[in-house]
């Protein structure tokens, strides 16, 4: 089960912090994803990250804004989140993935998702 916060009301250039919590003994075997869907628009991928941390994929849109980390010793991952812009508002959600190689960016292979966190910037 997963569980993310962090979300609420930013303005432009501001930063905020989501976090996903994971229950169960096994979230260090997971890869981790970020997914996020604004109003009127299909979801779409952010960033995912693998099961040991080390290896880390982005979304053209928020590389060098956003950063993807876990901790596994916490069963949590996060997503920072700097420079926001407004077209960042959307809900995003974390979802975890029972693969082994590379993050993925498809949404098909994440198996458990979280409820979602409303992230909302203003200009």
């Known amino acids: 089960q997963l569980q993310a916060s962090g979300g609420g009301l930013v303005q432009a250039g501001g930063s905020l912090r989501l976090i996903c919590a994971a229950s169960?003994?096994?979230?260090?075997?997971?890869?981790m994803g970020w997914f996020r869907q604004a109003p009127g628009k299909e979801r779409e991928f952010v960033a995912a990250i693998s099961y040991s941390g080390g290896n880390k994929l982005y979304a053209d849109s928020v590389k060098g804004r956003f950063t993807i980390s876990r901790d596994n010793a916490k069963n949590t991952v996060y997503l920072q989140m700097n420079s926001l812009k407004p077209e960042d508002t959307a809900v995003y959600y974390c979802a975890s993935s029972p693969t082994w190689g590379l993050p993925s960016n498809y949404a098909s292979e994440y198996n458990s998702w979280g409820q979602g966190t409303l992230v909302t910037v203003s200009s």
């Open positions: 169960g003994r096994t979230f260090s075997s997971y890869g």
